[in-house]
C-alpha cells in the first residue's frame, strides 16, 4: 500500500542560538525557505540578550524566540539549566550556535548536539577576538570553522573548515565580513548534512564523520 501523502520523512528541528546579528540564522533560514527539500528546520531562535538583530529576524519569520540573561540567574550553573530547560521544550535533534557569545555548561552539552561556527581556522585563534587575533598575529590566511562543541572555548571537534586569504589592507571588519560569506555557506552546508541524518554522526577521538 503507498505510504499517505503526510508520511513525508520528518525534517531534523533546530534551535538555533544568537548572540548578536544573525547573518548566519539568516543564511539557515534563507537555505531552508529556498529548498523543500531541505532536510530541516529551525523550530525556536535562543539568545542570552535582548535587542539584537538575530532575535528580529527569528521574528519576521515568525519563529518562536526565547531570551535566557547570565545575570538573571545566581550564576553560570543555574543560567545553564534555564538555558537547557527552554530548549528542552522544542525538543531540537541539532542546536546551532552561530554567533552566540556565551560558553555553553555541562548540563546543556550532556543533553544537545551542538555545532557552533568560528571565524578563524582552529585551533588558531580561538575565543571571542579570533578575526582581530589573526590580524595581528600576521598570518596571512585565516577562514571559519564549524565544530562540535564540547565544554572548552572552541575546542570541540572539527566537522568543517574553509580558508580566506588576508589583503594587505584588510582591517578587522573588512576580513570578518569576507570570513562571513564564506562561514554563511560553510554552516548551511553542514547543517544541512548533520540534517539529513543526525543518527550518522559519528566522532571517533577527535575526527568527526557526517553524511
Ligand atoms: C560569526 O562570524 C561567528 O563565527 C562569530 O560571530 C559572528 C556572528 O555573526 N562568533 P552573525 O551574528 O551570524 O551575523
Request: proline letters at 6%; glycine letters at 8%.
Amino acid at each position: 500500500m503507498p505510504a499517505p501523502e503526510s508520511a513525508a520523512p520528518s525534517r531534523a528541528q533546530l534551535v538555533d542560538l544568537v548572540s548578536g546579528s544573525g547573518t548566519n540564522l539568516q543564511a539557515l533560514l534563507d537555505a531552508i525557505a529556498a529548498d523543500p527539500a531541505f532536510p530541516a528546520e529551525v523550530v525556536a531562535v535562543g539568545a542570552d540578550r535582548e535587542g539584537i538583530a538575530g532575535l528580529q529576524r527569528a521574528e519576521a519569520a515568525e519563529l518562536s524566540t526565547f531570551v535566557v540573561k547570565v545575570e538573571d540567574f545566581a550564576d553560570r550553573a543555574d543560567w545553564d539549566a534555564a538555558l537547557t530547560e527552554i530548549t528542552e521544550v522544542f525538543a531540537p535533534d541539532l542546536v546551532v550556535s552561530a554567533g552566540f557569545m556565551k560558553l555553553l555548561g555541562a548540563r546543556f552539552l550532556d543533553r544537545f548536539t551542538v555545532v557552533n561556527t568560528h571565524p578563524a581556522l582552529l585551533p588558531a585563534f580561538p575565543g571571542a577576538h579570533a578575526v582581530r587575533d589573526a590580524l595581528a598575529y600576521g598570518v596571512t590566511v585565516t577562514g571559519c570553522t564549524v565544530h562540535l562543541v564540547d565544554g572548552g572555548v572552541d575546542t570541540g571537534p572539527v566537522i568543517a573548515q574553509a580558508a580566506v586569504d588576508i589583503r594587505p589592507g584588510d582591517d578587522e571588519d573588512s576580513l570578518h565580513e569576507r570570513i562571513k560569506v564564506v562561514e554563511r555557506e560553510l554552516l548551511v552546508d553542514v547543517v544541512r548534512r548533520i540534517s539529513a541524518d543526525p543518527a550518522a554522526l559519528t566522532v571517533t577521538g577527535r575526527k568527526v564523520t557526517i553524511p
